[in-house]
Every structure is written in structure tokens, then in C-alpha cells.
């Protein structure tokens, strides 16, 4: 009996102490975190860093770059067991690799501790230059608390190793410690919209070199505390944009006997690497594009019909073969084998229209997956994809010839990742925004005609479609308009399909119009018919569902909504009741929704629209955004107009 309300005293402690009370300072498991059952600041978290260091430093004996880390991990239910199998890329170049050493873990139960052991330790060839060593922590269950600490060596200093404070699971506290001698000089950036705890540095004196000579070090304590976790939604960039970490790049190094390596390049150092090293002096160049020219034709008046001959003649002579690649491109080989990588088939571009006199210049950018490059010095593996402006009559055209359903000026949606650096034949390079062309609009306009004999409503509906609201639908479209037709169906179980007409468009002009008519039901309750009038939603469900998110909503381009309808009935029927109007605006004029019903005789016409003005709405915008699509969402779903039979 006694043993028994000892164990219940310890049960109510654990379940009930204040979650402030976590050993955030070492690896040690307290009782407190094995009781614990979920984390208060996130109730849906699986799992929850309570304890995270790193320390890394430049060893003075060898000189290779030392990281040492430790963490601790509340596992609070089976979702979160991933987080026990932890995944450490190591690297190799030539005859120089990364090694983890001194790997210790621990799997920690009320029940007891079960050791980390080599059965539970392996490692995975990743690709020819990463290695993946892998552990798995033994004996897991809801509760369990893990802890790990190991090191890495590794030759490679010119990458400081970065550290990420925010992953995607929340950590109450983490602490980064380094030590960096003054002959090493690095660009840090602290990467992400959180902000750090602390800062605080001082100078070591005689921490790096030998009897001779040697040189002070900057040892610097970063902490970050209550670090919400990272769940991508969607309308983002590339992940890596928004992470809060920190990132090094090293930009010099003075040895002991005067010598100083600038490893960071200036843009003029990296302008010439790029046309020499990057695209082997293929810019701007003829040579093998004499072939093409004679099959162009460039009889046009019109600098712009030139331009536009030449993009399409690419568009449909060339093949994109799926890949970006912007390092070892062959124009030479694109225009012998017809198909080729995205670098070359621009370059052809870029080549074409500088030979027929049209101001071009090659622009280097990162596609919205690959992140955003940044601005603070020149770092070539940033950028990922070439495209091309073209200057015709004072207006600026972004090209990118590998997808022959674009039109003229329009980009593919991966390039709308904020700017990129613009190469031309001659001067410097610079920065460039880089905007959509035109407008993305979707505008419906249905008829709904009570067709009382056969108990319907008899639909048409014509929808007409700019920019990206058009581009997935042409490309559907062109590519094959029978199975298209038959998606309209099935996407669609609601309706009744009876017809699909194309009114107007082409695969690479931005309208698309074209006429749908089916029929739809409605609900009959003692003789009055209950009708939603939208025959069409844009959100079937709230993409923005986060409690809170840290990162920009990054549409990519400005559009706009509008939905027209008239429902139509005989004499014999008149409106009983129509849905309020309504109106609301985003903060700072940012996008706006109307919402209007107006009754006539024997009709009923309903106008919503509305728009996002911004390409990019930043965080503070979240919260109103949220309220906004709900609201769209329930306007087209919940907006019920009832009609019923007039009494003589």
C-alpha cells in the first residue's frame, strides 16, 4: 500500500508541474520531461527539443573545423518517432571527407534507459560526394525522452557549419557557440524572420597556431529560446528562406606568413567566371546558330514581330529535356540534338536575338525551390537558372523558351522568385526584379435557367482566364481537349456536364476563353427551392490553416476573382429571400471583396469579386488573409437564394 501512493505521488507530480521547469542546460532527463504529455505553446506538436548546443571551433593542431553537438528530444506519441532517427550528411571531396566521432545516445522510459549501440548505427551512400550517417534510437515509446551527442571533423573550413536553430518541431532553447580565429574572416547572416536571444562575444588570446606564431580567436555564444516550429503551407518559397539559422560563407583568409586568400569574389571576379568557367564563352555568340537564322523569319518591320519570330521558332523547334542545369551546357550540342537542359535552350535564345540586333542580356536567377540568392556578395551556386531580358521599344521582356505554352514575356511560375542578376555582353553585371508580365485574372459569368419540367437548373457558364490563371488551363487544354473535356466531368460530381465549346485562345496568348453548360440540382423543402448560385468555387478549403506563421505568403503574382450570375425563373415564381451583401478590405488597401444580390421581376443577379493586390503579403498579413479566403469560402458555399411559387 505504501509502495503504491508513493508511485500515484509521483504520477500527480509529473503530470502537474509548470512546464517552465525543463532542463534546458545538458543532456540530463528529469522526471518532470518523462512525465510530461504535451507541450502547452503547442498543443499539436509530436515532439519537442528541450535541450540543444553546438560549439565548433578550428582545431590548432591539424587545422580542421570541429563541431560538437548535443541535443535532447520529448517524444510525446508515435508521430513523433521520426525525430528519433537522426540523419548527419558528411562530406568528401577528393581525398578529403568528413568523420563523426564519439556518437553517445540514450533512450530514456520511466520504465528505464536503453543505450544507443552499433546495431542501431549505419551509414548511406547519398550521392558520390555525401555520405549519410545514420542512428536510430532503440526501444521507443510515447514518452520516451532521446539524447545524443557527437562530433564532426571536417577539412573543409571554407563552409563554417551552419547552424539551424528552427526545424519542424518547436525547441524551447538553443545555444550555438563558436570560435574563430582573426586570420579567418567569414560573412555570417543570420537567415529567417526570429530573432535571437542573446548575442555576446569576446577575444581568446593564443587560441590558434603553434609555437611561432599564432592569432586570437572571436568566441561568439549565440542563444535563440521558445523557437516555434517551422510547417511549410502553402503560397511559399523554398524552405530555406525562412529557417532561422545561421549561415557562413568564408571570405578571407591571412596566413602567418602574409600571404591573404580572398575567397569571396567581387562581382567583377564573378561576372568573368561566369561567362568563362559557367558558360564556356557561349554568350553572345554565332557560331552555331547560322542554321537556325536561315530558318527564321525575321521579314518583320517591327523590332517586336522579330523578337517574337524568334522565341516562337525556339518554343517549337527545341525540347526541353526536364533539367535546369546552368554548369557544362553545350549550345553546340542543343542544335545537333534538338533537345537540351533549360541553360542551353536560352542561351540558343539569347544568341538568336543578339544576332538579329535586339538588345538582350542573360539573367541569372534561383527558382522558387531552390531559394533566394542573396545580395550580400557574389555566391554563384545560389543561382540555378538562366533566362533572358529583352529591351524592345523601351519595354523590358523576360523570356524563357523551354515551354512552348508560354507566351511572349510571360515566365514560367518557378522564376517568380523575387530578382536576378542580369549578365550583358559588356560592363557589369546588376541586379534585376523580377516581375510577372500582365495580369492573372479569372472572371465567371453564369446563366442558371430553371428548367421546371425537368426539375434542374439548365447552366452556362463562360469563364475566361489571363496569365497564370490561364497557363495550366491551356496547357491541359492544347495538349489534349478530349481528356480535358472529361475532367471537367469528374472534377465536378455535382453537375450534370452536357457541353464544352472554346470560344477563344491559343497555347502561347494569355486569354482563354471558353463556354461550359451542364445542369445542377437544388433542394426542394415544402415546395421552396433553396439555389446557391456559384457553380464554380476558387478554394474548395482554407489553404492558410496555421495557428501562427512566421513567413511571408508568397503568391508570386497579383490576380483577381470575379463571379457574375443571373438566375432566371418564370412569372409563376418570385424571391422569398436573398443572402446579405457584404464587404471587406485587407489592411492598407492590400485586396478587397464585394459581395452584392439584386432582385428583379423574375431574376436574381449576384456579383462577388475580389483580388490580392500584393504578390507577397508579409507575416503581420497572415491573420486578415486567413479571414479573408474563409470568408470567400463561405460566400460560395453558403450563399443560399430561395425562390417559391407566387400565391394567386
Not at 181 to 188: C, F, K, Q, V
Request: hydrophobic share 35%; charged share 25%.
Amino acid at each position: 500500500m505504501k509502495n503504491y501512493a508513493l508511485a500515484l505521488l509521483l504520477l500527480l507530480s509529473l503530470n502537474s508541474f509548470s512546464q517552465t521547469n525543463f532542463n534546458t542546460e545538458n543532456l540530463i532527463v528529469t522526471p518532470q520531461e518523462l512525465g510530461l504529455k504535451s507541450y502547452e505553446k503547442d498543443s499539436l506538436a509530436n515532439a519537442l527539443v528541450i535541450y540543444e548546443e553546438g560549439n565548433s571551433f578550428i582545431d590548432r593542431s591539424n587545422g580542421n573545423l570541429i563541431t560538437e553537438i548535443k541535443r535532447k528530444i520529448k517524444i510525446f506519441n508515435t508521430d513523433g518517432f521520426k525525430h528519433a532517427t537522426v540523419v548527419v550528411p558528411l562530406y568528401k571531396s577528393g581525398g578529403s571527407k568528413e568523420k563523426i566521432k564519439n556518437l553517445k545516445g540514450v533512450t530514456v522510459n520511466i520504465s528505464g534507459k536503453s543505450d544507443l549501440n552499433k546495431n542501431n548505427i549505419f551509414e548511406e551512400k547519398y550521392s558520390d560526394k555525401v555520405v549519410l550517417s545514420k542512428f536510430t534510437f532503440p526501444n521507443l515509446k510515447e514518452g520516451s525522452v532521446i539524447s545524443y551527442s557527437y562530433t564532426i571533423e571536417s577539412p573543409f573550413i571554407h563552409k563554417y557549419h551552419p547552424w539551424e536553430f528552427q526545424s519542424t518541431i518547436p525547441k524551447l532553447k538553443s545555444t550555438y557557440h563558436t570560435s574563430i580565429p582573426g586570420n579567418y574572416e567569414y560573412n555570417i547572416r543570420l537567415v529567417g524572420e526570429l530573432k535571437l536571444f542573446s548575442e555576446n562575444s569576446k577575444i581568446k588570446e593564443n587560441c590558434f597556431g603553434n609555437s611561432v606564431t599564432s592569432a586570437s580567436c572571436r568566441n561568439t555564444t549565440y542563444v535563440m529560446k521558445d523557437i516555434p516550429s517551422f510547417i511549410e503551407e502553402d503560397y511559399m518559397t523554398a524552405s530555406e528562406n525562412y529557417l532561422s539559422k545561421l549561415d557562413y560563407e568564408l571570405k578571407t583568409i591571412r596566413y602567418f606568413d602574409g600571404r591573404v586568400d580572398n575567397k569571396t569574389k567581387s562581382w567583377k571576379n564573378a561576372d568573368r567566371e561566369l561567362k568563362m568557367d559557367v558558360f564556356k564563352n557561349q554568350l553572345f555568340k554565332s557560331g552555331s546558330i547560322k542554321n537556325d537564322l536561315q530558318n527564321i523569319d525575321l521579314s518583320a518591320s517591327s523590332a517586336l514581330e522579330k523578337a517574337k519570330s524568334i522565341y516562337e521558332y525556339v518554343q517549337n523547334n527545341y525540347i526541353w529535356n526536364g533539367k535546369h542545369r546552368l554548369f557544362n551546357s553545350s549550345v553546340k550540342n542543343l542544335t545537333k540534338e534538338k533537345t537540351g537542359n533549360a541553360t542551353e535552350i536560352n542561351i540558343l535564345l539569347l544568341n538568336l536575338m543578339h544576332a538579329a540586333k535586339i538588345p538582350v542580356k542573360a539573367v541569372l536567377l534561383s527558382t522558387r525551390a531552390n531559394g533566394i540568392p542573396t545580395k550580400l556578395y557574389p555566391v554563384i551556386g545560389d543561382f540555378n537558372y538562366l533566362i533572358v531580358k529583352a529591351e524592345i521599344d523601351g519595354k523590358e521582356y523576360l523570356l524563357d523558351g523551354t515551354d512552348k505554352y508560354l507566351f511572349f514575356g510571360e515566365l514560367p511560375f518557378k522564376c517568380l522568385n523575387y530578382f536576378g542578376r542580369q549578365l550583358p555582353e559588356k560592363g557589369a553585371s546588376r541586379w534585376l526584379d523580377i516581375q510577372p508580365m500582365g495580369n492573372s485574372n479569372l472572371q465567371d459569368s453564369a446563366t442558371l435557367v430553371f428548367n421546371e419540367e425537368e426539375n434542374i437548373f439548365d447552366v452556362t457558364l463562360n469563364e475566361i482566364t489571363t496569365g497564370y490563371k490561364s497557363l495550366y488551363k491551356r496547357k491541359r487544354y492544347f495538349q489534349n481537349p478530349t481528356q480535358y473535356k472529361e475532367d471537367i466531368n469528374y472534377n465536378n460530381p455535382n453537375l450534370e456536364y452536357v457541353d464544352h465549346k472554346l470560344i477563344s485562345g491559343k497555347k502561347n496568348e494569355s486569354k482563354f476563353e471558353e463556354e461550359i453548360k451542364f445542369t445542377t440540382g437544388f433542394d426542394n423543402i415544402n415546395g421552396r427551392l433553396y439555389v446557391n448560385p456559384f457553380t464554380s468555387v476558387i478554394f474548395e478549403t482554407n489553404p492558410l490553416k496555421l495557428q501562427q506563421r512566421t513567413y511571408p505568403v508568397e503568391f508570386g503574382y497579383k490576380d483577381t476573382y470575379v463571379y457574375k450570375a443571373r438566375l432566371i425563373f418564370d412569372e409563376s415564381y418570385t424571391v422569398a429571400e436573398v443572402p446579405s451583401d457584404y464587404s471587406y478590405t485587407l489592411p492598407n488597401n492590400t485586396g478587397s471583396l464585394i459581395l452584392k444580390f439584386i432582385k428583379k421581376d423574375n431574376e436574381v443577379q449576384v456579383f462577388l469579386k475580389f483580388n490580392f493586390a500584393l504578390e507577397t503579403y508579409p507575416a503581420p498579413y497572415y491573420e486578415f488573409l486567413k479571414k479573408y479566403m474563409a470568408k470567400v469560402i463561405d460566400i460560395q458555399k453558403n450563399s443560399i437564394i430561395i425562390i417559391e411559387k407566387k400565391i394567386n
